[in-house]
């Protein structure tokens, strides 16, 4: 199995000034309406395409979605694939802090 993070800490961690390797699995269109700003947008439908860009050394990697269901698919995988992931539970409906908007 795999570590979760809360929404809570995955702010103090970025807050803290922390490089986080934050991963966005949901869709184009949900990304555009409200992201976190260290985040990059690799959608769970493109994610077997795009694992090239995910792997950074042995350095975790945070996966955030919605409510954490699509992350938490995205980390079983790539658990498995051998990744070093962490799931936010709660996912994008649980963040509170600062939200960017667009590209």
Known sequence: MYPELSTAELET??????TVNLVDVRETD????G???EARS???SELLERL?????GDREIVLICRSGGRSGRACDYLH???????????GMLAWSGDVAYGE
């Open 35 to 37: 992201h976190i700003k």
């Open 13 to 18: 961690r970025l807050k803290e000034g922390e």
């Open 52 to 56: 090239g860009e995910l792997r950074q």
């Open 42 to 44: 690799i959608p769970l």
């Open 80 to 90: 498995a694939q051998g990744y070093n992931v962490v799931n936010v539970t709660g």
């Open 30 to 33: 949900e990304w555009e309406a």
